[in-house]
């Protein structure tokens, strides 16, 4: 199977702007989780959607929010960018594996924001 | 708040030594504990994944050690090679989906 695709793999915003990143999950996966990736704060947890419902957010303003599609695909959006919102986006698609759900990551997105 | 705990920050091992990581949580509601490795430019790969009912999982050169009393985990790479040079996260989830990550291991093996 192919793995999880994120598009696009690089992306140069200035302060202000909104983005928004897109993730195809691994064919058959319904669950579609998104993570930030940062020198400082490390790998933090976003949102995950299932079934096109938000099931799960962590703590991260109401600046960015998420969908996902009928076709499991999902997309997260940015909006009023500031420096600090500069970080590796990484999207992941789960199964259900020994009775757990287990993560699949994609290549992620490099935001800067300048 | 940081619910999982993870050292040291950095490793040098020799080639062919053991490498080893460790990591402890606060949350006794976690029940599902994977191990990531991570090249630059790539996304986390998942490495091995252990439940608290088993004190240990082996998959070839990597094994798990589980310690649920002392709500301690650890990743041990026996042989370690060049090419394990990484990152490694290790991670925790209370079966909601929600990974909560430690702050990374950089792993250098040296040749």
């Not at chain 1, 020994?98 to 290549?107: C, L, R």
């Not at chain 2, 490495?47 to 985990?73: H, Y």
């Not at chain 2, 790479?77 to 702050?103: E, W």
Request: aromatic fraction near 12%; proline fraction near 5%.
């Amino acid at each position: 199977k192919a793995g999880v695709t994120q598009t696009p793999r690089y992306l140069i915003k200035t302060r202000g702007q909104q983005v928004t990143l897109s993730c195809s999950p691994i064919s058959g996966h319904r669950s579609v989780s998104w993570y930030q990736q940062t020198p400082g704060q490390g790998l933090q947890f976003l949102f995950e959607y299932f079934s096109e419902t938000q099931r799960n957010k962590g703590n991260f303003p109401g600046r960015f929010s998420g969908r996902q599609f009928s076709n499991s695909r999902s997309e997260m959006n940015v909006s009023t960018l500031e420096l600090g919102d500069s970080a590796l986006y990484l999207c992941a698609s789960s199964e259900v594996r020994d009775g757990t759900d287990t993560q699949y990551f994609g290549p992620g997105t490099r935001l800067t924001v300048l | 708040q940081q619910q999982v705990k993870q050292s040291p920050q950095s490793l040098i091992v020799q080639k062919g030594g053991i490498s080893i990581i460790n990591c402890a949580y606060e949350n006794t509601a976690f029940d599902y504990f994977p191990w990531y490795q991570q090249f630059p430019g790539k996304g986390p790969a998942l490495l091995i994944a252990i439940r608290p009912d088993v004190s240990e999982k082996k998959e070839g050169r990597f094994t798990i050690s589980f310690n649920k009393s002392a709500k301690q985990f650890s990743l041990h790479i026996m042989d370690s090679q060049p090419g394990d040079s990484a990152t490694y996260f290790c991670a925790a989830t209370d079966h909601r989906n929600k990974l909560v990550f430690g702050a990374g291991t950089i792993l250098r093996v040296k040749s």
